[in-house]
Structure formats: C-alpha cells, structure tokens
C-alpha cells in the first residue's frame, strides 16, 4: 500500500498535489466560481457573524494559524485560533454571533470535540474541516467541509495539513463573498491561484533529492530552529513539530522579527536554522527585514538553510543552503514551504534509522482528553 515508498509518511508527502487539487474538485463550477452548497448553515447566520475562533490541535492548529491571515484579510472579521485544550477550559466569550471552525484530520480528536460541545452550548456555530467522513468531529458540528486528502496513515501529518489550508481558504473566500467584502471576480482570481497551486507542490517535490541529502547531512544536529514571518510563522512552527515528533530532536519555531527580543541568545557556531523568507515581490517590506535577520544569525555562526523563492538572488549570498519553491501569492507560500520541512524531517528521522509512521509515545488520533 506504500506503492513503492519506504514509508507511509513518504508517501504522503508525494500524495499533496492530489490532496489540494482534490480539496478543489467540484467546489468550483465551470465558471470559476465558488460553490459551497455543502455548508448547511443559513447565509443570514453567517452574515452576522462578529468573530471566527478556530480550533484545534497539532499540526491542523498550524494550519489554523496560516488560514487565520488570510481569513481577517479577505473577511475583516476577528479571528482567533486556539489549542482546544486551551480554549474549553479558560471560559471563553462565545456568543450566538460566533463561528467556531473546528479543524481535524481523524474527526476523533477528544480535545477538539469537547471544545466543540462547549461552544455549541453556548450557541455558537460550528463549521468542521475534517478528512475523516461520518466521524465524531463533523457529526457534532452543525455544518462541515471535507478535506479530500484521503486516508492518512503516518503519525506525523503531512497531506491533511495542506488540504486544512486550502479548505479553510475556500471558506475564507466563501465568507467574503457571502458578506459583500470581495467581489465574485477578486474570489475568482484567488481561486484560480488556489488551482496552480498542486502543480506548484509537485515542483517543490520534484526537487526532494536536495533537501532528503541534508536531512541525511544533519542527522546529528541536536537542536534546530525554525523562523519564519506572516505565513511564514506557522509553517515555521509546523517544521519543528515535524522534527519533535519523528526524529526526536529539540526543535523550535520562532516569529522571525521575535528573534531580536530573545531567541538571538540560542545561535552558537554551527546551530541549524531554518528561515522561510517571504517573497521579495510582497508588500510590507517584510522580505528585506527576514534577509536582515538572516544576516544576524549567519554572523554569530548559524548554518542558514533558506527557503525562498524562485528568483530571489539576493538572499542567497546569506544561505549555506538554498531551496527555491516557485512563484506564488504571499498566502499561498505555506503550501509550498512547508513541503522541504516534511522531507526534511523524513529523511533525518529515516537516517537516525526511525520508524518514521509509528513514532514513539504518539498516536494518529488521541480520542482522550
Ligand atoms: C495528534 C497527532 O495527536 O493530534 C497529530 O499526532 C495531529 O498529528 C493532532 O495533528 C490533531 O489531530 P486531528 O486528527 O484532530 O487533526
């Protein structure tokens, strides 16, 4: 069933292309346009919503955070994104007004289902982006939006984190539409980024070999960090979780303007650190401040591995070590820079000689508080 890969998170990996374009199929019509019939929840409802919390845990809390930019830039409304542990037990304020986006691959997640009982007693609704049809997760929401990664098997997520951003973009988009905030032409034109974007991932794939001969190379790192800005934080923190859980090592993911308020103190000679760099086509200046942080860390000895994109010369002279994903929009970035981070950890872990499907002390799916 590995057909051909040497591990199931190995192939997951390779599943991604089909994992976002699936999560795109039959939601757009043969205009381009967006249609979310699925969701049985009354557009006057969704109208009046005055606060989106999304919640749940692990990797899909990372994919909650990416989403949470581009939900507040395209819909204006107040996003928050929380661990569900966290939220079910420190009395949050949830209203009538609330939609509680509750993200899971398994659907069984106790954490996540007991945060969604709580805010649907207090009268919010609840939208499920779950993997998993018919389980307990979408069963208790009041509406829900597949994820078309298929069945994962590997502990460590890999597919369901992509196909968790794309869904709950589309329901960024939905919203906006919905609430008068884009028009249907702008939706169209992210969407039809959105539709680029599994031939994009299968670039970045195709270049695996890069990035496995570094994992291999760093496999007796003992420590390595992750910085990353915008987006590019939560792919950050996704990448070292990706480390934790299959190869064993402290990693950490850091905001990347955090690095001067304390982080900075951690770089020694020869410390590994990951650096996702925003596109130098963005607004906001944001490229040049993560290329100075670059600068930073290279001068107090780290080895920077750079993720940047395609065309972008000027941060390389700052990189032991480049990999390009291709051109795309800002928020369609963790997309692609969140793959090397996958094959990365897949590789060191594989070359420690690790079981990388069956890590030690976890489980797929945590069905206990
Ligand atoms: C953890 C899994 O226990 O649960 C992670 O090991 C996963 O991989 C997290 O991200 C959340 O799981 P789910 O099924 O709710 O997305």
């Not at 590994?272 to 760099?277: A, H, Q, S």
């Amino acid at each position: 069933e590995k057909g051909g890969f040497s591990s199931f998170m190995d192939k997951e990996i390779h599943d991604q292309p089909a994992a976002v374009r699936d999560t795109l199929l039959g939601r757009l019509d043969e205009k381009g346009r967006l249609t979310l019939d699925e969701l049985h929840i009354d557009e006057s409802v969704l109208r009046s919503v005055d606060k989106i919390v999304v919640i749940a845990c692990g990797t899909a809390a990372y994919a909650g955070h990416v989403a949470r930019y581009a939900i507040e830039h395209w819909c204006r409304i107040p996003t928050e994104v929380e661990l569900a542990h966290e939220f079910r037990y420190r009395d949050p304020i949830v209203t009538e007004k609330t939609l509680v986006v509750a993200l899971s691959q398994s659907g069984e997640t106790m954490d996540t289902l007991m945060a969604i009982r709580h805010a649907r007693e207090q009268g919010a609704k609840v939208i499920a982006i779950c993997n998993t049809n018919g389980s307990s997760i979408p069963r208790e929401s009041d509406a829900s939006l597949y994820t078309h990664a298929g069945p994962e098997i590997a502990v460590a997520s890999t597919k369901a984190f992509l196909a968790q951003i794309t869904a709950a973009y589309l329901l960024g988009l939905y919203l906006a539409q919905l609430r008068g905030n884009m028009y249907s032409d702008e939706v169209i034109e992210i969407l039809d980024e959105l539709q680029k974007m599994p031939e994009k991932v299968q670039e970045v794939i195709d270049n695996e070999k890069q990035v496995q001969d570094l994992g291999t190379q760093m496999s007796d790192a003992s420590s390595v960090l992750f910085l990353g800005r915008h987006v590019g934080f939560p792919v950050a923190l996704e990448g070292a979780l990706k480390l934790k859980e299959i190869a064993y090592i402290h990693a950490e993911g850091f905001a990347a303007g955090e690095l001067k308020h304390g982080p900075i103190a951690l770089i020694e000679e020869g410390q590994p650190v990951f650096v996702i760099v925003p596109s130098p086509r963005g607004r906001d200046s944001l490229h040049a401040k993560v290329v100075s942080n670059i600068q930073e860390i290279r001068a107090r000895g780290a080895i920077t591995i750079v993720i940047a994109e395609e065309g972008d010369e000027d941060v390389k002279q700052y990189a032991n070590h480049i990999i390009y994903v291709p051109q795309a929009p800002s928020l369609m970035q963790p997309l692609l820079a969140t793959v090397p981070l996958q094959v990365f950890a897949c590789a060191l872990a594989g070359a420690k000689g690790y079981d990388v499907d069956q890590p030690r002390n976890l489980a797929k799916s945590v069905t206990v508080e």
